[in-house]
C-alpha cells in the first residue's frame, strides 16, 4: 500500500527553523517528483516547493525562496523541507505528495498521492 507520512510540525517563533519530513511506505520516492504544499485557514492551498525524481531539480515559489530548501534522503526513502526565517504567514497545514511521472509541478491535479498533513504554526 502506498503511503506517504509528513512529520515535523508544530510552533514554532518568527525567525525559528523546522523540518519537515515526508517518508515514504510501498514505493521508492526516487522515482518519483515530490511536491510539498500548504493550506492556511481560508485559503486554497498552494505549492511550496517540489523537486524531480532521480536527481532532478528544486523548484520554490516566491514567497520562500531564499529561506525553504527541499532535499532527499534515499536511504530513509524520505523527502525533507527545511524551513528557515520562518514568518507568521508560513503558518499553514503542509502536505507532500508523490507525481509518479517524475516531472512535477505547482499544480494538485499533477499527484497522484497525498499525505495527511502536518500544523506549522508561526506564532511569537
Known amino acids: 500500500q502506498v503511503q506517504l507520512v509528513e512529520s515535523g510540525g508544530g510552533l514554532v517563533q518568527p525567525g525559528g527553523s523546522l523540518r519537515l519530513s515526508c517518508a515514504a511506505s510501498?514505493?521508492?520516492?526516487?522515482?518519483?517528483?515530490i511536491g510539498w504544499f500548504r493550506q492556511a485557514p481560508g485559503k486554497e492551498r498552494e505549492g511550496v516547493s517540489y523537486i524531480g525524481s532521480n536527481g532532478g531539480s528544486a523548484n520554490y515559489a516566491d514567497s520562500v525562496k531564499g529561506r525553504f530548501t527541499i532535499s532527499r534522503d534515499s536511504a530513509r526513502n524520505t523527502v525533507y523541507l527545511q524551513m528557515n526565517s520562518l514568518k507568521p504567514e508560513d503558518t499553514a497545514v503542509y502536505y507532500c505528495?508523490?507525481?509518479?511521472?517524475?516531472?512535477?509541478?505547482?499544480?494538485?491535479?499533477?499527484?497522484?498521492?497525498w499525505g495527511q498533513g502536518t500544523q506549522v504554526t508561526v506564532s511569537s
Open positions: 505528495a508523490a507525481d509518479g511521472s517524475g516531472v512535477g509541478s505547482w499544480y494538485e491535479v499533477t499527484y497522484d498521492d
Open positions: 510501498g514505493f521508492n520516492l526516487d522515482y518519483y517528483a
